[in-house]
């Protein structure tokens, strides 16, 4: 059944903490992106990676990290310097980076801060 | 001037009714659009691509008009099962082959 997961489904968080959003695809998809979507506004890109061993800051990478270590695996972590962490998160993939892909996502994962 | 702008509505229409959408983009480097789906609290879905000469897909028709910088969605005989929002989306070329979002037009279809 290829897809992509995103684990876990909500996530509390207290205010100082890291937490690790998990992102896995079995798609064999070359490039993977990180969102955050917030009320009243679209989507808005954090980090993405087109290749293993390779990532990219969007346009709000402070306060977020990721690595690529795998071509299956995109994990974003939430540092404690990300000032309003409380969103939800979409992970999507596209076959390539290609301006034609269409981008898939994932169920996304629902941070909330305490 | 925001990069994709939507009317967030709500749309409220009645079953069967047809409703258009527009969506406008500020950079004329644009290379793709496309109109996604996405129902309350889930994640947004491809609906259609937007192709240069427009496209349709059974009830559902988009268009674009580069002169103009503006994308439409117009769904006839409209079901309770297209209640969602609709986001608009562009793709620049280039290296980072980026995304932008429009903010979602939120459709409600009433029986």
């Known amino acids: 059944d290829g897809g992509i997961t995103q684990s876990p489904k909500y996530l509390f968080r207290k205010e100082g903490q890291n937490v690790t959003l998990s992102c896995e695809q079995n798609?064999?998809?070359?490039?993977m992106y990180w969102y955050r979507q917030d009320p009243g506004q679209g989507l808005r890109l954090i980090y993405y990676?087109?290749?293993?061993?390779?990532?990219q800051k969007g346009d709000i990478a402070e306060g977020y990290s990721v690595s690529r270590e795998k071509k299956e695996s995109f994990p974003l972590t939430v540092t404690s310097a990300q000032k309003n962490p409380t969103a939800f998160y979409l992970c999507?993939?596209?076959?390539?980076?290609?301006?034609?892909?269409?981008?898939?996502f994932g169920p996304g994962t629902r941070l909330t801060v305490l | 001037r925001k990069e994709v702008e939507q009317d967030p509505g709500p749309f409220n229409v009645p079953e069967g009714a047809t409703v258009a959408f527009n969506c406008t983009y500020s950079?004329?480097?644009?290379?793709?659009f496309f109109w996604y789906r996405q129902d309350c609290r889930k994640e947004p879905k491809l609906l259609m691509s937007?192709?240069?000469s427009g496209n349709e897909d059974g009830r559902f028709t988009a268009q674009l008009n580069r002169a103009s910088q503006y994308i439409s969605l117009l769904i006839r005989d409209s079901k309770l099962s297209d209640s969602a929002t609709y986001l608009c989306?562009?793709?620049?070329?280039?290296?980072?082959?980026?995304?932008?979002f429009g903010t979602g037009t939120l459709l409600a279809v009433q029986p």
């Open positions: 937007v192709y240069s």
């Open positions: 999507a993939t596209t076959p390539t980076g290609g301006y034609t892909d269409t981008q898939y």
């Open positions: 989306v562009v793709k620049y070329g280039g290296a980072t082959n980026k995304l932008i």
């Open positions: 798609l064999n998809h070359d490039a």
């Open positions: 990676s087109q290749i293993v061993n390779d990532f």
């Open positions: 950079n004329s480097a644009s290379q793709s």
